[in-house]
């Protein structure tokens, strides 16, 4: 056995002690009210016990810092921060102790900072989904805008010759993907047929935009498609 298997396999031995890969590698303990307590809402929490995580590069957030926010249209602040690996928002009920709250209860999250969250229900690839998606662009609109920032887990990868490079395991950052809104039903975006699928009847119309502008699907260039789009219905 060489050094580089032997390496790899004591490595997985320790993510397997450290926790559950799917989930971050976090501990999940039982339910607990504590939050729902101080705040009257109704919310199923989840405590998440601290423990040694294995070396990673990357985080599995996009901003790791706690801001105050309101839940479910409430009054009272919380300190909240949203983990865009596992898609759930977590609570810093503690010094030490970090609470991941269940989508079951919390459909709602406004941050101080202006940062408002919803949980939408949409079909990706046919697949019925549910994610907390950030609003974009203006609400007064009848098409509404949203985006949605997650990250990716990538496994440890082992140098099989001389030739490759050995590479820790990774939490990396997916391109957003955002979503338009329309008559209660939410569509990601990811290209102009996208839009001309929802829009049949002005489709000419978003391909000469989406030309003329050179959208890029991926940024905030979407804030123009949502502008377009309510100017010509």
Request: no cysteine; hydrophobic share 30%.
């Amino acid at each position: 056995m060489n050094l580089k298997t032997s390496f790899f396999i004591l490595f997985l031995l320790s993510f397997i002690e450290n926790g559950n890969a799917q989930a971050g590698g976090y501990t999940f303990a039982e339910t607990n009210n504590s939050f729902q307590e101080a705040s009257g809402m109704s919310a199923t929490l989840v405590n998440i016990t601290t423990r040694e995580k294995i070396k990673t590069t990357g985080s599995e957030y996009v901003d790791e810092s706690f801001r105050e926010a309101t839940v479910n249209n409430g009054s009272k602040y919380f300190d909240l921060r949203y983990n865009n690996y596992t898609g759930l928002f977590e609570y810093k009920k503690t010094a030490t102790e970090t609470v991941s709250l269940s989508k079951e209860s919390n459909t709602a999250f406004s941050f101080k900072d202006g940062k408002t969250y919803l949980l939408k229900k949409y079909k990706a690839n046919k697949t019925e989904k549910e994610d907390y998606l950030q609003i974009i662009g203006s609400q007064d609109y009848k098409i509404k805008l949203y985006k949605l920032e997650s990250i990716e887990f990538i496994d440890y990868k082992e140098a099989l010759s001389s030739y490759q490079e050995e590479k820790l395991p990774e939490f990396k950052l997916k391109k957003p993907l955002y979503f338009i809104e329309y008559e209660n039903t939410v569509n990601p975006i990811q290209k102009s047929k996208d839009l001309e699928k929802i829009f049949p009847d002005h489709s000419k119309e978003i391909k000469k935009f989406i030309s003329q502008k050179n959208i890029d699907f991926n940024s905030d260039d979407m804030i123009l498609v949502q502008n377009f789009l309510n100017s010509i219905l």
